[in-house]
């Protein structure tokens, strides 16, 4: 079976500029999480979603914002890029919130 | 908001020698789980611990969580340089919260 799988696998940004990741989970996984990990630190916790429904959010501005598909597919669009939204975007999938979760390899993204 | 602390955040080691990284928090886990991840890779999740003073073994691996539930370590017996990567440790609420990791380098 196909693990989680994220597009683009990088992406080169300027600033003011807006961007959509995509990822696709675990088939038969329900939930979907996003991460932002800058270089050098663990993954930070942007949003969870389950069955559609926003189940959690990080401590990220407003300029963040996503959303989960009838096929649990899920995209993570950011508004108004900063030179600081350059990161490793990770996204993963588990069948339930709290179950483990298993990550794709990340779109990397670099805002010029 | 919670914080897990993880140290060192480096470890240069000679292979076949032990490596121990450990993961602290000021309040309660909720059950932890690890990940490695490999430079220029993502995370991969290695072991999930749920019970007080488990311990858990994945051959030269060691995961034990603390009896007060508020840390937890990953020991590797005579590492191997595939072993080399960043070792995370996260309380997994629902959501992961991730310690800041420790990066092990294996000199061959």
């Known amino acids: 079976d196909a693990g989680v799988t994220q597009s683009p696998t990088h992406l080169i940004k300027t600033r003011g500029q807006q961007v959509t990741l995509r990822c696709s989970p675990i088939?038969?996984?329900?939930?979907v999480s996003w991460y932002q990990q800058v270089l050098g630190q663990g993954p930070q916790f942007i949003f969870q979603?389950?069955?559609?429904?926003?189940?959690g959010r990080g401590n990220f501005p407003d300029r963040f914002s996503a959303r989960q598909f009838p096929n649990y597919s899920s995209e993570l669009n950011v508004n108004a890029l900063l030179l600081g939204d350059s990161a490793l975007y990770l996204c993963a999938s588990s069948g339930s919130p709290g179950e483990t979760q298993y990550f794709g390899p990340g779109t990397r993204l670099l805002v010029l | 908001g919670q914080q897990v602390m993880q140290i060192p955040q480096y470890q240069h080691v000679q292979e076949g020698e032990d490596f121990t990284t450990y993961c602290n928090s000021s309040?309660?886990?909720?059950?932890i789980q690890w990940y490695k991840q490999r430079p220029g890779g993502h995370p991969v999740f290695l072991i999930q611990l749920v019970k007080s003073g488990e311990v858990k073994k994945q051959k030269r691996l060691t995961f034990q969580f603390g009896e007060a539930k508020k840390n937890s370590s990953l020991h590797i017996t005579a590492t191997q340089t595939t072993d080399v990567g960043t070792y995370f440790c996260a309380d997994n609420t629902g959501k992961l919260i991730f310690g800041q990791g420790t990066t092990l380098q294996v000199k061959p």
């Open positions: 088939s038969g996984h329900k939930s």
């Open positions: 309040t309660t886990l909720s059950n």
């Open positions: 979603y389950y069955e559609k429904e926003e189940r």
